[in-house]
T-cell receptor, first 114, second 112 residues
Framework: DAGVIQSPRHEVTEMGQEVTLRCKPI?????LFWYRQTMMRGLELLIY????????DSGMPEDRFSAKMPNASFSTLKIQPSEPRDSAVYFC????????????FGPGTRLTVL | SQKIEQNSEALNIQEGKTATLTCNYT??????LQWYRQDPGRGPVFLLL?????KEKRKERLKVTFDTTLKQSLFHITASQPADSATYLC???????????FGSGTQLTVLP
C-alpha cells in the first residue's frame, strides 16, 4: 500500500488566493482526519470524516476553511481567501473503525501564504 | 478543559542511555494513550498504544507505562541510538474515541 497520499507537498501563494489541498487515504480506512501543525500551536485537529461524512468540524478555524470528501478515496481542504496566518503544515491521516486504532499520516503539505 | 503536557520541549542524552519522556494529562481519564514519532519534514508515525487497564507495554527497546492515578504516561527508549533522535508525541483520545489530542511533543536528541 502506498500509504496516505497528499498533494501538493509544498504550496506558496499570495494572500487572498484560494488554496486547495488534496488527500487520498489508505484503501479500506473508514476515517479521515485533517490536521494543521505550527510551532506555536502544535498539531491541531481541524475536521474528521467517517464514511465520507463530516463528523466534527469544530476545529476549523473559520468560514474561510472548508473540507469535502466526495468519495472514500479522496478529500480536499480548501482555504478561501488565504491569509498569512494560515501558513502551516497540513496533514491528512486515516484509520480503520475501532477505538484506539492507530492513525496513518500522510507526508503533509507545507503551505506558505505571502 | 482537557490538557496534555509533555515534560520538556527538548531532551539531549548520550548514546546507550535510557531516554524517559513524560506525558501528563488533566481534567479527564482517557481509556488509552498512543505515542507517535515525528521526524523533520514528515508526518507522525504510530509507535505504541497503552490502555488504562495496562500498567506497561513493551516493543523492542520501547516501553510505555500508564499511571491513571498520577494521570501520567512515561515513554522509555533503552539503549538509545542517534537514529532515535526525533520528536515524540503523546496522544490520548479527545471526545469520541476516534479523535486524538496531541501533546506539543518532546524533541529527543541522542548524542553519539
Amino acid at each position: 500500500d502506498a500509504g496516505v497520499i497528499q498533494s501538493p507537498r509544498h504550496e506558496v501563494t499570495e494572500m487572498g488566493q484560494e488554496v486547495t489541498l488534496r488527500c487520498k487515504p489508505i484503501s479500506g480506512h473508514d476515517y479521515l482526519f485533517w490536521y494543521r501543525q505550527t510551532m506555536m500551536r502544535g498539531l491541531e485537529l481541524l475536521i474528521y470524516f467517517n464514511n465520507n461524512v463530516p463528523i466534527d468540524d469544530s476545529g476549523m478555524p473559520e468560514d474561510r476553511f472548508s473540507a469535502k470528501m466526495p468519495n472514500a478515496s479522496f478529500s480536499t481542504l480548501k482555504i478561501q481567501p488565504s491569509e498569512p496566518r494560515d501558513s502551516a503544515v497540513y496533514f491528512c491521516a486515516s484509520t480503520r473503525a475501532g477505538p484506539g486504532n492507530e492513525q496513518f499520516f500522510g507526508p503533509g503539505t507545507r503551505l506558505t501564504v505571502l | 478543559s482537557q490538557k496534555i503536557e509533555q515534560n520538556s520541549e527538548a531532551l539531549n542524552i548520550q548514546e546507550g542511555k535510557t531516554a524517559t519522556l513524560t506525558c501528563n494529562y488533566t481534567n479527564y481519564s482517557p481509556a488509552y494513550l498512543q505515542w507517535y514519532r515525528q521526524d523533520p519534514g514528515r508526518g507522525p508515525v504510530f509507535l505504541l498504544l497503552i490502555r488504562e487497564n495496562e500498567k506497561e507495554k513493551r516493543k523492542e527497546r520501547l516501553k510505555v507505562t500508564f499511571d491513571t492515578t498520577l494521570k501520567q504516561s512515561l515513554f522509555h527508549i533503552t539503549a538509545s541510538q542517534p537514529a532515535d533522535s526525533a520528536t515524540y508525541l503523546c496522544a490520548p483520545p479527545c471526545g469520541s474515541a476516534r479523535q486524538l489530542t496531541f501533546g506539543s511533543g518532546t524533541q529527543l536528541t541522542v548524542l553519539p
